[in-house]
């Protein structure tokens, strides 16, 4: 996992691990005479759509090959830190919000030269995934995609059980009050909802619904009405039966139990979408609309990810064309068709291909338009002091809350102390 200092600590003792990755590292290798460049990624599940976006880009140059290289995620920073550490890895890569650790650390190329000199404007990819990956007045990152949360119903479970279907405009009371008839009519072990119960997802959404935030002025928040009111809310889902018990929702995976018919209804990111829309059920089985409304209003977390250049590139011009590739409206449309993977770049066309990727779910082009307009940047992405923090609130902080232990407004205390630790 990759380590959250700076230079000495990010590639410290990376090359003691070189020797276990020589197969990945031959990959990314110079070889001036066949220019190749190689590609580094970690979602299986996009690997596709990159392929497309690479191919098409292989087929205008003919004289670049591009190696592309799936790594598992929970491996993929871990190698990723061993091979820049010595001064390779891949020419170019996908990035995080972590990717300020790797800026500090000198293993990125800034690209703002590059964009400059060909005249690329930035207006046409989401504006908060663009920030994001600029430090100290330069561009790091051209923005790949990035995160929508909507939900999705079985129609098949409503009218099984005869309940009205959630609308395109409904609130938090519809969803409530929806759930409850579901989990009246129980013929069948149904699960009437799920809703992401997390703090850093569910519980922050809540809160910037609710017109409050968790961090504000480098400060930890939650001590506020909308914070407690937000804790509150999400317990109560669960201490009336309409979501399963937090304790026991470990091994619990919605897309799975949406597609077997023993969820009704679900929040589920885009990143798992398609999971849903190559399920082998009848178009229009799953169903999607917006987040719930909350006192008139409603938001989801989003994170973005972006292609970055190696600093050590030996092929910075070849690896500069195809992160602009990559990026473009043509090589968006081409990584969306994979159907995995919500592009970052904001042109209809992307949409267009993403949605027709994932045609079996009704009612998805609608709820994404309105959903990627309302986003705000999720609390670790914005601040990538408190990732480790995060991880304490979830199995520290809210594991007693939900288990009834601990108030909501003690609750809210304490992941404000677990922010600000970490902030300061």
């Known amino acids: 996992m990759f380590a959250t200092s700076r230079r000495n600590v990010v590639f410290g003792a990376a090359a003691m691990m070189l020797a276990s990755l020589s197969s990945i590292n031959c990959a990314w290798s110079a070889d001036d005479v066949n220019l190749n460049l190689s590609l580094m990624i970690w979602d299986p599940a996009q690997k596709a759509g990159v392929q497309k976006a690479v191919d098409a880009f292989q087929a205008t140059n003919p004289n670049v090959k591009v190696s592309l290289m799936q790594v598992p995620q929970d491996q993929y920073y871990t190698k990723l830190d061993a091979s820049l550490g010595a ?32 005249n ?16 100290g007045g330069e561009q790091y990152g051209l923005p790949k995609d990035m995160d929508a949360w909507t939900f999705v119903y079985n129609a098949d479970v409503f009218k099984k059980l005869g309940v009205e279907t959630p609308k395109a405009d409904w609130t938090w009371e519809d969803m409530v009050r929806i759930a409850k008839e579901i989990k009246a009519k129980q013929i069948s072990s149904i699960i009437p909802l ?8 569910g519980v922050a959404s809540l809160v910037h619904a609710l017109g409050g935030r968790v961090i504000d002025n480098n400060k930890g928040v939650m001590s506020s ?22 304790a026991d929702s470990s091994d619990f ?12 209804m679900a929040e589920i990111p885009s990143w798992n979408l398609s999971l849903l829309s190559k399920a082998d059920l009848p178009s229009g089985t799953f169903q999607v609309v917006r987040m719930p409304s909350v006192n008139g209003s409603w938001t989801s977390d ?23 590739f990559l990026t473009s409206e043509a090589g968006a449309v081409l990584h969306a068709e994979g159907g995995a993977g919500l592009p970052a770049n904001t042109s209809k066309a992307t949409l267009a291909a993403f949605v027709k990727a994932n045609e079996k779910l009704a009612g998805l082009q609608e709820a994404l338009s309105v959903t990627t307009e309302k986003s705000y940047l ?19 902080v809210m594991g007693p809350f939900y288990a009834g232990s601990v108030s909501a407004s003690d609750t809210a205390k304490k992941i404000d102390e677990t922010l600000n630790e970490a902030l300061h």
């Open 87 to 118: 001064g390779e890895g891949p020419d170019v890569m996908w990035q995080s919000s972590r990717a300020s650790y790797y800026v500090d650390g000198g293993a990125l190329e800034p690209l703002t030269g590059y964009i400059k000199a060909d």
């Open 120 to 135: 690329l404007s930035l207006d046409g990819y989401n504006r908060q995934i663009v920030d994001l990956y600029k430090f």
């Open 194 to 201: 799920s809703y992401n119960f997390s703090f850093n997802n």
């Open 225 to 246: 009405a909308a914070g407690t009111r937000a804790l509150e809310m999400v317990k109560g889902l669960q201490d009336e039966g309409l979501i399963l018990k937090v």
């Open 253 to 264: 995976n919605p897309v799975s139990a949406l597609i077997s018919g023993k969820l009704a």
């Open 302 to 324: 989003t994170n973005g990810l972006v292609y970055v250049m190696n600093a050590n590139s030996k092929h910075k011009d070849e690896a500069w064309k195809l992160i602009k």
């Open 378 to 396: 999720r609390t670790t992405t914005q601040y990538p002091k408190v990732i480790g923090a995060n991880t304490k609130i979830s199995s520290a």
